[in-house]
């Protein structure tokens, strides 16, 4: 009985022994200088990682959630660190842009004001233009339009020594030259052409105008001087010459320029503006012609003018 009993105990033994797990090696002890380089730090990890790798050899459970746990926090303290360092990267680069001369946000707002003030100064600039033609376009009762302060009262000599005023040319279109008898090319170009211009007007329409030339070398142009020159370029064409204030009367009125240039003792010339004036039977000013008509467009110009009077 006592002998079946023992060997019951010894198959059971067997049995079980398989399934316990074989006993932990010991971590050899370290002791001495090389412990305290090492650190307590070191040695717990050391532990840890040999029970880890003890119990996976058997199969054994794994380690405590408590070491994985405190394994993960000392990671994550270093991956925290990581984080803090990244951050800290970004916000000196974000004060590197920040702290520059122009960020990119003043720039957006230099644009924006920019662009802003151009837009309002071509509406303003749109807004008077329109408001300037407006006032232009709108003629306002009694109004004169289109009428130069150009003409006025004088008193000259005509080329037969007879005094002369403006209203010796009342009821009759006129047409006046300044110059002076001395010119070398450009008065008597002009006076031929003045004298072609009336001749061809009276043929065309039918129109009587009067030819008058006026010196602006009262000096030298006396009225026998006058009364020779005229007399080479038309009959009709009428001379007046007078005292020197009443030449810069006369020329002020019909705001016509003149000026000694050069002089050589009782030579010299004169320089002066290049125009014809129109005036109406009132001796009113109705338009100048230049240099640049010829006798055609001088001829038809004035044809022109006078049939839009009427």
């Not at 717990?44 to 790798?53: E, G, I, N, P």
């Not at 408590?66 to 994550?76: E, I, Q, V, Y």
């Amino acid at each position: 009985m006592r002998a079946r009993a023992s060997q019951l105990r010894a198959l059971l033994s067997r049995a079980l022994a398989p399934s316990l797990p074989a006993p932990a090696r010991a971590l050899p002890q370290i002791a001495g200088p090389g412990a305290s380089r090492l650190g307590p730090g070191f040695l717990w990890r050391a532990r840890f990682f040999s029970s880890d790798t003890s119990a996976a050899a058997q199969g054994g459970p794994k380690p405590p959630a408590s070491a994985a746990a405190a394994a993960a926090g000392s990671a994550g303290g270093q991956g925290g660190g990581g984080g803090q360092s990244g951050k800290s990267e970004q916000a000196d680069a974000g004060k590197s842009v920040r702290g520059g001369p122009v960020s990119w946000l003043s720039f957006l707002l230099l644009l924006v004001t920019g662009g802003g003030i151009i837009v309002y100064y071509d509406k303003e600039k749109k807004r008077q233009l329109e408001e300037l033609k407006n006032r232009t376009s709108a003629v306002k009762p009694g109004q004169s339009v289109g009428t130069a302060a150009i003409g006025g009262p004088f008193k000259l000599l005509n080329h037969d020594g007879k005094p002369v005023t403006e209203k010796d040319f009342l009821g009759k279109w006129t047409l006046l030259y300044f110059g002076f008898t001395h010119c070398p090319d450009i008065c008597p170009d002009e006076l031929q052409k003045m004298a072609a211009a009336i001749d061809k007007i009276k043929e065309k329409a039918k129109l009587d105008i009067v030819p008058v030339f006026i010196t602006v070398d009262p000096e030298r142009d006396t009225v026998e001087q006058v009364r020779d020159y005229v007399k080479e370029f038309h009959p009709d064409l009428i001379g007046l010459t007078g005292t020197t204030d009443e030449i810069r009367q006369v020329a002020r009125a019909y705001r016509v320029y003149y000026m000694k240039t050069i002089e050589e003792g009782s030579d010299y010339l004169v320089d002066h503006s290049i125009v014809m004036y129109l005036m109406n039977p009132k001796m009113e000013f109705v338009k100048f012609y230049g240099k640049n008509y010829d006798t055609d467009s001088l001829a038809d110009g004035i044809i022109k003018e006078i049939k839009e009077h009427k």
